[in-house]
Nanobody, 122 residues
Framework: VQLVESGGGLVQPGGSLRLSCVAS????????MGWWRQAAGKEREFVAA????????YYGDSVKGRFTISRDNAKNTLYLQMNNLIPEDTAVYFC????????????????WGQGIQVTVSS
């Protein structure tokens, strides 16, 4: 299983970024997927998840209304559209493939991407 993130970088407050995660080595279409993030000196935090069956999205409270998770099963790709970014969004963002159905728990993540830096600063 391999998860490769892209699309991170430096953006000004109020700006937007779109993260992508290309998956390989397993059947993407039958796996629930998600995004987590970890800021320097803090614990890893749930950002968003999308279910495998009907693509229902779930969001952490800090990103609701600003971030949108989506997936393209034909391309084995997961996305995270991030709008109205604030400095508190600065973190390393990780793509996650779930082995269970409780998306808010680290223990339910079966595989992680290597992470990609997002920095929100003026």
């Amino acid at each position: 299983v391999q998860l490769v993130e892209s699309g991170g970088g430096l953006v000004q407050p109020g700006g937007s970024l779109r993260l992508s995660c290309v998956a390989s080595g397993y059947i993407f279409a039958i796996t629930s997927m998600g995004w987590w993030r970890q800021a320097a000196g803090k614990e890893r935090e749930f950002v968003a998840a999308i279910s495998r069956m009907n693509h229902t999205p779930y969001y952490g409270d800090s990103v609701k209304g600003r971030f949108t998770i989506s997936r393209d099963n034909a391309k084995n790709t997961l996305y995270l559209q991030m709008n109205n970014l604030i400095p508190e969004d600065t973190a390393v963002y990780f793509c996650a493939a779930y082995s269970g159905s409780y998306y808010f728990s680290l223990e339910m993540v079966g595989h992680w991407g290597q992470g990609i830096q997002v920095t929100v600063s003026s």
